[in-house]
């Protein structure tokens, strides 16, 4: 079953727009992670929060956590065509297993 | 390093006939993992290993999947007899020390398509 849920599902948007993803979880959890999939490829990481942290940039990316919603964003600012993949939220479920959300399809048109 | 490798990188096999699909975890990673990408279900968690040892394979849907990892470096998932219904994308991912609260790195996967 899948722990986050991505919102939304599709989002289209021109280059140099900024991009905004959401994900909701259902259980507490110790860490979140961001990965994105460029199509017909492996799932690549991107960020990591974690459950004491609220905000976290690396590069054009930024991270939020908001625990108490159960719930996490990530912004893409000034979009490239090359942002063009699928993102997916993933939360530890326990232990060492990572469950992925159902992933939000970002298309950036040039 | 050359990452994780899987192979083969697309399967085409008839139902009934066995499928082996394997995976090279990025050296020193302790742990490896199967997933499963379908458009249905999403990324499945299907079992993983640590030190070689399987830790969790609920994940694992019947008896026909099994997986082995002989050595540190070799991971192997088996389907036999395989059916229609395995037709996805299976994913192997290695990382460090654990998938909560450490990345993981992926493979670039195996297109299986049953018949």
């Known amino acids: 079953s899948q722990q986050g849920e991505e919102d939304p599902q599709a989002l289209s948007i021109q280059e140099g727009e900024n991009a905004t993803m959401n994900c909701s979880y259902k259980?507490?959890?110790?860490?979140l992670q961001w990965y994105r999939q460029n199509s017909g490829r492996g799932l690549v990481h991107l960020i990591l929060?974690?459950?004491?942290?609220r905000e976290k940039h690396s590069g054009r990316l930024r991270v939020t956590l908001d625990t108490s919603k159960k719930s996490s964003s990530l912004l893409i600012t000034a979009s490239r065509a090359a942002d063009t993949a699928s993102y997916f939220c993933?939360?530890?479920?326990?232990?060492?297993?990572?469950?992925f959300g159902a992933g939000t399809i970002l298309r950036v048109k040039s | 390093d050359a990452g994780v490798i899987q192979s083969p990188r697309h399967e085409v096999t008839e139902m009934g006939q066995e499928v082996t699909l394997r995976c090279k975890p990025i050296?020193?990673?302790?742990?490896l993992f199967w997933y499963r990408q379908t458009m249905m279900r999403g990324l499945e968690l299907l079992i993983y290993?640590?030190?070689?040892?399987?830790?969790?394979d609920s994940g694992m849907p019947e008896d026909r999947f099994s997986a082995k990892m002989p050595n540190a470096s070799f991971s192997t998932l088996k389907i036999q007899p395989s059916e229609p219904r395995d037709s996805a994308v299976y994913f192997c991912?290695?990382?460090?020390?654990?998938?909560?609260?450490?990345?993981?790195?992926f493979g670039s996967g195996t297109q299986l398509s049953v018949l």
């Open positions: 290993f640590n030190n070689n040892v399987p830790i969790d």
């Open positions: 050296s020193g990673h302790d742990y």
């Open positions: 929060i974690r459950s004491n942290e």
């Open positions: 993933a939360t530890d479920a326990g232990g060492n297993k990572l469950v």
């Open positions: 991912a290695s990382s460090l020390n654990g998938g909560g609260g450490e990345k993981l790195f």
């Open positions: 259980t507490s959890i110790n860490n």
